[in-house]
């Protein structure tokens, strides 16, 4: 007989270990699949610290803070199957059927909700592009963290790092920590795609240069990268003929973005966002498939693991909620315009509003003394300003919508726009508004 669950989550990386966590605390019969031989995802290869700010208020390094949701996970009821990787999902009058593929061959087990914490991949030198030879040497950042931090093996020894997001810039650090030469951050936009404190503490702590509007054109080299050739980029991105310099290097380190994994999701039929490559979800991280839930890395790319567990926690309590009982979901919608990158959730299950809703969103560019505003059908309902937003700083917002008598087919926009001096001072706006936050 096929073993049945309430919630089966997917992905043991932090967002999985909330979830598993959150839904067990709600009684459900939980089980955790992982592929890999561990819990604990990414964070067991990120040996830095940094991790833990916001929801411990401590500095951890990744495997710290994985530990801490483990030995909780050995105190609960959830079960836990690692060595473990889903193959694949079918939707089942009742919920749905996994199939497993493990050391023992392909188990079939059931359940009634699923949560997908099946995290992100990297980009690889083949989806952006660059022409040559694809010999030896070409790594994404977090394989050569994995190399390096892992296996304990030096990938390289004189490299340039291609994209300057968080991976590439926490890999700078490590790789010239461990003694290698790092000659550059080489990026095509006209700032850095990480966090400015990595930005700081990675690259300028240790003197390694950032050089930006510049990207890798060529790879040189038979069997292992001997050279690449950098040239500058124009606005839209594109190579400027002419300005091509080749360097002399053993290892081409990439980090030039993430992508959420849902292959699954797709299989499912569950609707992706345009912008995050995540599934659209409501609230409580309910994908537009009724009990298919999704959260962490896997819905969108999160530069904080506290948000990661947050939204773990969300997705769990809701798939052991809809285990129990499903009611069917009435949407208003969130749509934000041109000026932002992107919001989660997209839906709001107007069915099962709790106070407050957590928003997150990412402007398109840098912008300074903004306000952010939201409105109801066209009406402001809300606004907060902000000093400074940058698209590689993920905001967190929370919201009241439940007292805002949100209806099925409302929309609910959000926007950015530049503040002027001349607009109202920060005593009137206290003054005159409960729910406006003000600059501080
Ligand atoms: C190099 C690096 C540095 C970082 N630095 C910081 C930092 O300093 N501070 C901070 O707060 N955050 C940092 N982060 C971000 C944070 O670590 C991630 O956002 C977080 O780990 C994502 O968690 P997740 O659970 O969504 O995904 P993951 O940690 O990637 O976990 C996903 C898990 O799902 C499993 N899986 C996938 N598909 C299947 C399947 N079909 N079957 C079974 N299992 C499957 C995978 O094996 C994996 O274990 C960093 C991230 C990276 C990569």
Known sequence: MKASYDVAVIG????????????????????????????????????????????????????????????????????????????????????????????????????????????????????????????????????????????????????????????????????????????GVYEAKPAASGLTRNVYQCLEDLDIPLYTRRTVTRVFGEGRVNAIEISEVDENMIPIHGTEERIRCDALILSVGLIPENELAESLGVPLDAHTRGPITDQNCMTMVDGVFCCGNALHVNDLVDYVSDSGEIAGRAAARWADDSEERFFAELRADGSLLYIVPRKLNINDLASPTIIYFRSRTDMEKTRLTVTLNGSEIFTKMYLRLRPPEMERLKLDLKSMNVKRGDIIGFSLSPVYSNERTRSEVRENSSDMEVLE
């Open 12 to 183: 043991g990386g932090p967002a999985g270990l909330a979830a598993a966590l959150a839904a067990d605390g709600r009684g459900a019969k939980t089980l955790l699949i992982e592929r890999g031989a561990n819990l604990g995802g990414i964070l067991k290869q990120c040996i830095h610290n940094g991790f833990g700010l916001v929801r411990f208020g401590e500095s951890l390094t990744g495997p710290e803070y994985a530990h801490r949701f483990i030995s909780q996970l050995r105190e609960s009821g959830v079960e836990t199957a690692t060595l473990t990787f889903v193959s694949k999902i079918e939707k089942r009058p009742e919920g749905f059927e996994l199939s497993l593929v493990n050391r023992d061959g392909v188990i079939k087990t059931e359940c009634k909700s699923i949560v997908l914490a099946c995290g992100c991949r990297e980009r690889t030198s083949r989806q952006i592009g660059i022409h040559g030879r694809h010999s030896a040497g070409i790594f994404t950042a977090g394989t050569a963290q994995y190399y390096t931090n892992i296996l304990g093996k030096m990938p390289t020894k004189r490299c340039v790092i291609l994209g300057s997001g968080d991976i590439g810039l926490i890999m700078a650090r490590r790789l010239k920590l461990e003694g290698a030469e790092v000659l």
